[in-house]
């Protein structure tokens, strides 16, 4: 798989049916291994070893309801009261960021209200803090490290 803009990791894989899995931690399965599955993977370690979230507030690909619409995010983080903390939208290295990709998880996100956003394609890493009174979002950095 490409190189990403993350450390490098150890990673469990499997072939399966002529496919390459990956081992995903949190839910706890081989996944067959995408473009998008290797930036989700690498984001979930990125959370667990740099910024030191633990295991069971990250929740991966999960299906919700949203004005009565089904949607599945990436990842989330939740924090310990179970309010949603961090937000995550992964895409494959070949799909371009752009103004309207953040946006859209922007408004995606009014409803779920994460205090954090961040939008990777595994190149390019944007992260921001949402400003619910002025309804608008910041961009940051980095993501802070968790804490309680």
Not at 18 to 24: M, P
Not at 63 to 69: Q, S
Request: charged letters at 25%; one cysteine or more.
């Amino acid at each position: 798989m490409q190189q990403l803009h993350f450390p490098a990791y150890k990673f469990r894989f499997k072939n399966s049916e002529n496919k390459v899995a990956i081992f995903d931690e949190i839910r706890k399965k081989f996944i067959v291994l995408t473009p998008e599955e290797w930036v989700r993977q690498n984001v979930v370690q990125y959370l667990l070893q740099e910024k030191k979230y633990p295991k069971s507030y990250i929740n991966v690909e999960k299906l919700i309801k949203l004005n009565g619409l089904i949607k599945r995010y990436d990842v989330v983080v939740f924090q310990p009261d179970g309010k949603l903390f961090l937000l995550i939208e992964c895409k494959s290295t070949d799909i371009k960021i752009s103004q309207d990709t953040f946006d859209q998880i922007a408004r995606y996100n009014m409803a779920l209200e994460a205090k954090y956003l961040m939008v990777t394609n595994g190149l390019n890493h944007y992260f921001c803090q949402m400003d619910y009174i002025e309804e608008k979002y910041n961009f940051l950095q980095d993501l802070p490290e968790f804490t309680i």
